[in-house]
C-alpha cells in the first residue's frame, strides 16, 4: 500500500504481522513467502487465527487457500488493541473502550479496606 512516497507491504509487532496489498495474487504469493520464511525460523503460522480483510467497496474476493490451508475473511480485527474495521467505522472500537473502561471502575467500587 502506498502514502505520498511510503510504500507498505507489512506491519509487524510481536509475534503479530498485517501483509497489506490490493492484488490477491501478490496477496496469496505473500503468505506463501512469509509461511515458507517462518518455517525456516521455527516459527509456524497459525492459519486458525490468520484473517483476510477486504478494505473497500464490492463483494469480498473469494477466500484463499495457502498450502492447503484455509484463509477466511473477517469484518474486523484487533492490533494494537484497537479494533480495525473493514469500513473504517469507530464504533466498535468506541464500545469496546467503554466497556473496558466500565469494568475498571466497577473494580474500584469496592472498599479498598475490608471493616
Known amino acids: 500500500m502506498s502514502f505520498r512516497n511510503l510504500h507498505l507491504a ?3 509487532y ?18 506463501s513467502v512469509y509461511d515458507r520464511e517462518s518455517r525456516k ?6 492459519w486458525t487465527k490468520t484473517k483476510l480483510m477486504h478494505v473497500g467497496e464490492g463483494p469480498d474476493p ?6 492447503g490451508n484455509a484463509v477466511e475473511f473477517a469484518d ?3 492490533c494494537l488493541g484497537s479494533t480495525i474495521t473493514n ?3 469507530l464504533k466498535p472500537e468506541i464500545e469496546r473502550r467503554r466497556a473496558l473502561s466500565s469494568n475498571v471502575m466497577q473494580a474500584h467500587r469496592k472498599p479498598l479496606w475490608s471493616q
Open 87 to 89: 469500513n473504517g467505522d
Open 62 to 67: 473469494p477466500s484463499l487457500s495457502i498450502d
Open 41 to 46: 525460523l521455527g516459527l509456524k503460522v497459525s
Open 76 to 78: 474486523s480485527f484487533v
Open 14 to 31: 510481536a509475534d503479530d504481522t498485517i501483509l497489506l496489498s490490493n492484488d490477491m495474487e501478490k496477496l496469496t504469493a505473500a503468505l
Open 10 to 12: 507489512d506491519l509487524e
